[in-house]
């Protein structure tokens, strides 16, 4: 069975500090994609990145950068200098390679105070 | 915006009701999926459909029942409403195996 445990249920910064979320997940299989989500206040979940598994390279996109470590079975997302706007709830999501579902953690409520 | 849209946005019925939930999805896309989030159980797999044929289904109810049609587009139909069943629908489109890309979400509220 296949797993996505994110422990960090709210984390509350202040503007322009750094905030990592953590993301641990389960699975047997030796291909599989990670991805994070983020869903605003507006509802909407917006794709943030995909990861796979054969790929371990960091990525950085702006602010928001991710460190795929496949030895901790973790995938954390880091957003420097955090902005009011990142207020969100930050999916990390798991699927197999020949599966066809997002299994998705339970999601880290990020608010960010001016 | 990421291309698939789903109506309506807010859906308020009664317990024992049947409602439909409509979607498009982005142009291409051969898949759609279906999610439910709720405050109990999170985000959930519900359905998937690939070019008109379902394709894979997950913790989805026997009162729930889902097609997708020649133009791709995707109903997912809710019957005999129970409270619990308020929740946010989403649904997703992919070419294939790969990015899902959700839409808006549809709001249900039971009442």
Known sequence: AQKVTQAQTEISVVEKEDVTLDCVYETRDTTYYLFWYKQPPSGELVFLIRRNSFDEQNEISGRYSWNFQKSTSSFNFTITASQVVDSAVYFCALRRSNDYKLSFGAGTTVTVRA | ?111
Request: charged fraction near 15%.
């Open chain 2, 1 to 111: 915006d990421s291309g698939v849209t789903q109506t309506p946005k807010h859906l308020i019925t009664a317990t024992g009701q049947r409602v439909t939930l409509r979607c498009s999805p982005r142009s291409g896309d051969l898949s759609v999926y279906w999610y439910q989030q709720s405050l109990d159980q999170g985000l959930q797999f519900l359905i998937q459909y690939y070019n008109g044929e379902e394709r894979a289904k997950g913790n989805i109810l026997e009162r729930f029942s889902a097609q997708q049609f020649p133009d791709l587009h995707s109903e997912l139909n809710l019957s005999s409403l129970e409270l619990g069943d308020s929740a946010l629908y989403f649904c997703a489109s992919s070419p294939e195996l790969n990015t899902q890309y959700f839409g808006p979400g549809t709001r249900l509220t039971v009442l």
